[in-house]
């Protein structure tokens, strides 16, 4: 069952990181503006560094943002986009899982790396408190470059 479940988070981090860099390469004039940015958000409230609001209300985000009544500005799609992705974040992701976009230097044509890490019990307990099972780090990673939308 525990493999099972590794394997369930790990999808839901890939999808997660997949999702924020597909709508990234569907604004490139965004993130060359740096609107993606060093954003940060998390599935709980105990992520350090990160938005931990809760999820918002995504039809007030989104509202003129898909299909032919869509705004063409940068900013209105990047915050559909984070808006979309808090959610997702919200509905898919283990408790307490975070998700960044960073890069160094954040230039227009610079990388962008998005990293979603999250938290996972596993079966072998802690020496120092029996009956407790040892919490492991799990990532996933993925290079998003804004001159290279086809990636």
């Known amino acids: 069952m525990r493999v099972t479940r590794s394997a369930q988070n790990l999808n839901i981090a890939t999808l997660i990181a997949e999702d924020i860099a597909d709508r990234m390469r569907a604004n490139l004039a965004g993130v060359q503006a740096g609107d993606y940015d060093n954003r940060c ?72 790396t998005i990293r979603v890490d999250w938290k996972e019990a596993e079966r072998f307990e802690d020496p120092d408190t029996p009956g407790t099972p040892e919490r492991t780090d799990h990532n996933v990673t993925l290079i998003h470059h804004p001159i290279s939308p086809h990636q």
Request: charged letters at 15%; proline letters at 8%.
């Open 41 to 112: 958000i998390c599935s709980g409230t105990s992520c350090t560094g990160c938005d931990t609001s809760a999820c918002p209300d995504l039809t007030s985000y989104t509202r003129g943002c898909y299909g032919a009544d869509c705004s063409s500005d940068p900013t209105d799609i990047k915050n559909a986009d984070a808006a979309s992705w808090k959610v997702l974040m919200c509905t898919t992701a283990p408790p307490g899982a975070s998700a960044r976009i960073t890069c160094n230097p954040c230039t227009a044509d610079s990388p962008r």
